[in-house]
Every structure is written in structure tokens, then in C-alpha cells.
């Protein structure tokens, strides 16, 4: 099992395939294990790669959920990317891994060569984060 280090707690990650980085995060609650299935039919022309968010799977618990949960897990993928020296990966999320990736590739654009917001909270993303999306940028 490989692990990396953020906000001082252990984070578990597992790559298989070999090509291009294609990220899958999870939504709340899950874990990477949802991709596990499909991970096996694109290791054989991606490099798959699955993260475990604190709090979630594998990884380190954590004491309180942070109000902005889904920019936090984002800035877990950005640490990830950047320790790893990946650019230009491949990002689905699902659910609020969704709002994880867009977040992702709004404050790393450098890392992020395309994304897949599946299955976010309802038809379109809330309100509130589209406004925190406008104000921050």
C-alpha cells in the first residue's frame, strides 16, 4: 500500500497500468474501492490512479470535517500531483469528487489536462459554490 503525506496525515493512493495519469476520486462517504472494477478495464492504457481522501477508505480519519471539505480534498490532489511530478492528468471524479476535480483544475489548471464531473449534487452545481467559485477567482 503507497501513502503520501498532507496536513500531516497519511493519505493512501494506489497507481496500476502504465500511460497516461487518469485520476478517479470519490464522492462522500466512499472510497476509491468504488473504482476498483473499472480500474482494471483502463490500466491497459492509463496509468490508474486512486486516492482515498482523509477521512475516507484507507486513509488517516479525521477529527471534524472542514466546512470547505470539497477544496480541501482538492488541495489533497494537488499535493498528490505535485509530489508525484504529474501534469496534464486525466481527472474523473463522481459525485462531490466531481466538485473535487473542478476545484482542482481551477486553482492548478498546470496539472489538469481534462475533466469528468460526474453524478455532482443535483442537476448543476449549488449555488454557493458557484458563488465562492466567482468570488475566489
Excluded: C
Excluded at 13 to 35: D, Q, R
Amino acid at each position: 500500500m503507497s501513502y503520501f503525506t498532507f496536513d500531516n496525515k497519511q493519505v493512501y493512493y494506489n497507481e496500476i497500468g502504465i500511460g497516461m495519469p487518469l485520476l478517479f476520486l470519490h464522492g462522500n462517504t466512499a472510497s476509491s474501492k468504488m473504482f476498483s472494477e473499472i480500474a482494471e478495464k483502463y490500466k491497459r492504457n492509463f496509468k490508474v490512479i486512486l486516492i482515498d481522501f482523509l477521512g475516507h477508505g484507507k486513509s488517516d480519519r479525521l477529527q471534524k470535517f472542514p466546512v470547505d471539505l470539497w477544496f480541501y480534498e482538492a488541495e489533497q490532489i494537488i499535493a498528490f500531483l505535485n509530489e508525484k511530478n504529474y501534469s496534464k492528468v486525466n481527472i474523473i471524479g463522481s459525485s462531490g469528487g466531481a466538485l473535487v476535480a473542478i476545484n482542482v483544475a481551477l486553482e492548478a489548471p498546470n496539472l489538469v489536462n481534462k475533466v469528468i464531473a460526474d453524478s455532482f449534487v443535483g442537476e448543476k452545481p449549488l449555488k454557493s459554490f458557484t458563488e465562492n467559485v466567482k468570488n475566489d477567482r
